[in-house]
């Protein structure tokens, strides 16, 4: 597989959305990250925390429509645990955003009681929306704005004017989220992205993508490859070697019946994208640290 080093974004881009998100952040109050519930580590920007500093922050699990519902709850658990306020969303048919506004009233209690001590009761929720590519931050806009706005630009040398976009509950989003770049000089990061199609595949090879995730999926959904493709369980087969069986199992062989792997990653990776193997999850939270209790002293 190809380096995924060679990905290179605009180099200016990390830079100006730094320079947004601090020239906004005392603006807000507080920050919307975008996750995709699919991949809750993985379609993190490392930098958020430091960029967004301390300012109260909502995770929107998005796509939990796409997501293993399992493991989703996990995930709200490892973010509440953390500080944060948690909704899963699915922001393409709009499930779950009517929580939007409500979760943001929860989490900023404190501050909006404030607000009320000091005679301000109707000031508006400040929000800005971040994420990564592809994670749905224009669709989940558009849901909470009632479709009154387009999709965000994001081209270098557009300047536009910031605006706030009303949206119900007393919430008003800065109407162009930040987007942050994923960390892509992790190989195990980048492959996932590239299984959900958030990063462009068309450099990597394919094949190798497909041999991939089938090990990963062997491993943590056995069961659904036996049902979409018939095999087996306890097969002790890795990557490419799974890849084939795929193939041969679907019928998809070249001739002299040699597996068509090229053919079988497309189909692979296609139906996994369109949630046909079921609703899978790649990660699961890192193991909490048991709580060290202290030795029991002897008398
Ligand atoms: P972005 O602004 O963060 O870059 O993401 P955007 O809203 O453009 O969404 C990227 C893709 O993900 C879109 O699909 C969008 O429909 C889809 N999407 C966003 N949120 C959800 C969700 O919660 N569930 C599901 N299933 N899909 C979601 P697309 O293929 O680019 O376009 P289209 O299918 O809408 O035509």
Redesign the pocket.
Same mark, same amino acid.
């Given at each position: 597989m190809e380096d995924m080093k060679d990905i290179q974004w605009f180099p200016g881009h990390m830079a100006k959305t730094r320079r947004m998100i601090q020239k906004s952040l005392p603006l807000v109050d507080a920050v919307a990250e975008?996750l995709d519930?699919r991949l809750p580590l993985s379609s993190r920007n490392p930098e958020f925390d430091r960029l967004t500093r301390k300012k109260p922050r909502l995770v929107i699990l998005? *796509?939990?429509?796409?997501a293993d519902p399992a493991l989703t709850q996990k995930w709200i658990a490892y973010y509440q645990k953390r500080g944060a306020a948690v909704i899963t969303?699915?922001?393409?048919?709009g *499930?779950g955003v009517k929580n939007f506004s409500s979760a943001l009233r929860t989490l900023l209690a404190p501050q909006l009681a404030q607000f009320a001590a000091k005679g301000m009761k109707g000031r508006p929720i400040r929000v800005m929306i971040l #994420? &990564?590519?592809?994670? #749905? *931050?224009?669709?989940? &806009?558009?849901r909470l704005a009632g479709g009154k706005r387009a *999709?965000?630009e994001d081209r270098a040398g557009v300047t536009r004017i910031q605006q706030w976009i009303k949206v119900d509950g007393g919430v008003e989003l800065l109407d162009t989220?930040g987007?942050l770049w994923p960390k892509l000089d992790d190989q195990e990061v980048a492959c996932r992205l590239a299984f959900t #199609?958030a990063i462009r595949d068309d450099i990597l090879d394919k094949e190798a993508l497909a041999a991939r995730l089938l090990t990963i999926l062997h491993k943590q959904y056995p069961d659904a490859l036996l049902e979409r493709y018939k095999i087996p369980k306890d097969a002790e087969l890795q990557g490419f070697e799974l890849l084939e069986m795929l193939a041969k199992n679907r019928g998809m062989l070249l001739s002299g019946g040699v597996p068509n792997t090229e053919r079988a990653a497309i189909a692979l990776i296609d139906e996994f994208r369109a949630?046909k193997l079921g609703r899978i999850t790649l990660e699961e939270p890192p193991c909490e640290q048991p709580q060290q209790t202290a030795p029991a002293t002897e008398a």
């Open positions: 975008l519930a998005n *796509k939990a429509d796409m969303a699915d922001s393409k048919s *499930k #994420g &990564i590519p592809n994670v #749905g *931050k224009s669709s989940l &806009i558009n *999709k965000a989220p987007v #199609g949630v």
